[in-house]
Every structure is written in C-alpha cells, then in structure tokens.
C-alpha cells in the first residue's frame, strides 16, 4: 500500500532498488519530528503512524531536546530552518548528545546543498519537501540509517572486545614473564648457595654482601634502577671460584705466589661465565670488578675509582665489612667498630669514598639485623624457597 508523505529521501533517489522494507519492522521504531509548522508535523506524524511508526512531535529544537530527554527515541526527522534553534544546530546538540541517533534533516527542494551540509556535519540522510512520494521511502531511510548505525555499534563492540583480549592477553604476558624472572631468581639462587657451599669457609657469605650492598645501596638513594643488577652482582661475585681448584681454594694457609694469581683469575671466569647472560650483563661488569679498588690497587684490571662500576665500589665495601665481621679459621669475627674504623681508613685508598661515608652512616643494628637473619638461613645449609621468594621480592622492589 501506499501512502504519500511530504518527503522524497536524497537516498532513494540515487537507488531506487532499495531493499524492500518490513513494515513489521517499523513498528519498533520511534521518531521525533520537528517542525515549527503545525500541518506539516501533523501530515508527516499522520502519514508515517499508517505504516507503523511510533511518532512524537515539537515545535521546535529546545522542545525536541526535552522529549530526546524523557523518551526513548530512535530517529529525529527535523526540518532545517525554524525560528530559535536551527535544525543544524539541533543536529549539533544531539550528535553530542546522542551521537549514536539517526537524525534525518528535512530541506525545500530549491536547497539541497543545505541538505548536503548537514549530512557533512552528522546527519544520516535528508528528505526534500514537499514532494508527494511513498511514505516507505522515509521508512526506508530510517532504516538503513539505523541499519547502518547498528553496524557501527556491532564495530565499536567488536573494537572493544578486541582491547579486552588483547588486555587481557597483555595480563597473561606479564604474569608469563614474571614466572620466568622468578624461574631466573630461582635459578641464580642456587648458584649463589653453590658459590658458597663450595667456599665453606665462607658459608653465607654470598648472601650476606647481597643483602649488605642493597642496604648501601638503598642508603645512597637513586639506584632503583640498578637495584637488580647490585644485588645480582653481589650475589654472583664469586661465581668464578667454581672454577678455582680446591687445593687453591680450601687451602689452610697462606698462598704462593702463583696459588694467589690462579686464585685471582676467579673474577676474570666469572665475568666470562655470565658476561653472554642479557640480563646479567651489567652483573658481569661487577662480578668483574669487585677486587678492583679505588686506588687501583685491586685485580684484574688496576681500575682506579671511577673506572669501576659503582655496583662493584658498593661491593668492595660490604665485602671487607663480611669479611671483617665474620668468623676464619685462623681468627675469630672482629667486632663492627673494628670493621668500622678500617672503611673509614681506607676511605679514599680501597674504597670510594662516598660509599664509605654512607656505610658508615648505617647503624650498627642494621647490620646485626641482617647477620642474625643469614645466621638463621645458614642452619639449612642453603636459602628455603621461601627465603628465595624473599629475595626476588626484595630485589624487584628496590628494598
Ligand atoms: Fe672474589
């Protein structure tokens, strides 16, 4: 059936096998005329509720945005020139407003470049009045205008799932790769218990300047970033004694000449072992250097202050400090105001002398915080898991 409409629709004219149109369909939909002419709001509500179209009308824009707010609406047919509020700039507020409305303008027929600025600016379609056309032809544009913005919101949808995936892949990425930093703690914490179950002597020692040089480090301020790589260094320092026989390495007394230049090739294996390691790259640098000092009389290299990585400066430090303060089998652990007063001595000559300052500044607490703590570990020979967790939770956060 036909019904004639004062509109013919921009669309319909460029293709006139439009897909047929469910007058089923049209029923659901709810439209919003407006038109500060009163026949024509009249004839467009009477002609399109014939062929099921729910209609609401205002006289004007301010009157339109009133019922937008208290109706569920899915189109706005308005016509362009009204008295106060222009339909363009309707059109504006409720594309801000409601930015997924179908909004269809209506124009006279002498002014369709009007009809086209508006579709630039947001409308979906306008209609030319008052040509006597079928009244499906509205349907149609309606419609296709609200097909086209399901389309869109089937997109944006779409859009948005595709960011929770790929959010949420992202969450399982990292928790991936915090499994494997934690599988490398793991991994470097073995090694360090090795290190020091093969230097019994030494027992907890490893641990120990590990937890001394990220308390210095801490104290000096500024080296969250290089927290990991001090902490790592520390722990592996010695990595290469693995390598040194053990008749060098456990010998009772004093070393010969070439016993101590075998003796001092640990730092040069060590650097070698881990230097093709990423992530201990940096670790390298100061397992390579923590026998240097800062007047260059240290090994490998004779470094002289500044020339050594500041991890390894750090080292140097907590390791008299361990080395003072514990128990060998030729002399029992000095006391920390002896170890004290030698930093301080050889501040400037072994030692940086900033770091040894900030050491020195450290309570004596703290530090037999950190011994009755590694005293207690020692008893199982090597660090428990949950010491090892322990460990990575401190390294990861800088503490
Ligand atoms: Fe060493």
């Known amino acids: 059936m036909n019904h004639i409409t004062p509109y013919k629709t921009r669309l319909t004219e460029q293709n006139q096998s439009a897909e047929p149109i469910s007058i089923a369909h049209a ?12 026949s024509v709001r009249k004839v ?112 944006e949808n779409y859009r948005h799932h595709l960011e929770e995936i790929v959010a949420e892949q992202t969450g399982q990425l990292r928790e991936a790769l915090r499994q494997i930093e934690r599988s490398y703690d793991h991994t470097l914490e073995v090694l360090g218990a090795a290190i020091d179950l093969r230097d019994s002597p030494t027992a907890g020692h490893s641990r ?3 937890l001394y040089s990220i308390e210095i480090a801490k104290a ?16 592996l320092h010695d990595i290469g004694k693995l390598a040194i026989p053990d008749a060098i390495l456990l010998k009772p007394g004093p070393l010969t000449d070439e016993e101590r230049a ?13 230097k093709g390691i990423p992530f201990l790259a940096d670790a390298a640098e100061i397992i390579f250097a923590h026998h240097e000092r800062c007047d260059g009389s240290g090994y490998p290299r004779g470094l002289k202050a500044q020339e050594t990585p500041l991890g390894a400066r750090i080292f140097a430090v907590a390791d008299t400090f361990d080395a003072m303060t514990s ?19 050889g501040a400037g000559k072994q030692y940086d002398p900033q ?39 401190m390294v990861k956060s800088g503490s």
């Open 27 to 38: 029923s659901s939909l709810r439209v919003l005329i407006v038109d500060d002419e009163v």
């Open 44 to 155: 467009t509500a009477t002609v399109l509720a014939q062929i099921g179209l729910s209609c609401e009308t205002a006289a004007g824009g301010d009157e339109a945005l009133h019922i937008l707010e208290t109706h569920s609406i899915d189109a706005v047919i308005s016509d362009l020139r009204m008295p106060g509020m222009s339909g363009m700039e309707l059109l504006a507020k409720v594309k801000q407003i409601y930015p997924r409305m179908v909004f269809l303008v209506v124009t006279a027929v002498d002014d369709v470049r009007v009809g086209i600025q508006a579709m630039r600016q947001g409308a979906d379609d306008y209609l030319v009045k008052p040509l006597q056309v079928d009244a499906n032809i509205v349907l149609a544009s309606l419609t296709r205008a609200l097909h086209v913005k399901r389309l869109e919101q089937e997109v």
């Open 208 to 210: 120990r300047v590990f």
């Open 220 to 235: 000096m301020g500024g080296l969250e970033s290089q927290m990991r790589n001090i902490a790592m260094g520390a722990w």
């Open 262 to 274: 075998i003796m001092q090739r640990h730092a040069q294996i060590g650097y070698d072992l881990v």
């Open 327 to 345: 128990d060998r089998p030729y002399r029992r652990a000095l006391p920390f105001h002896a170890s004290r007063e030698v930093i301080e001595r």
């Open 355 to 393: 770091v040894a300052r900030i050491f020195l500044s450290i309570s004596d607490e703290t530090w037999e915080a950190i011994r009755r703590e590694t005293a207690a570990i020692q008893a199982f020979a090597f660090a428990t898991a949950s010491d090892i967790q322990a460990l990575g939770k």
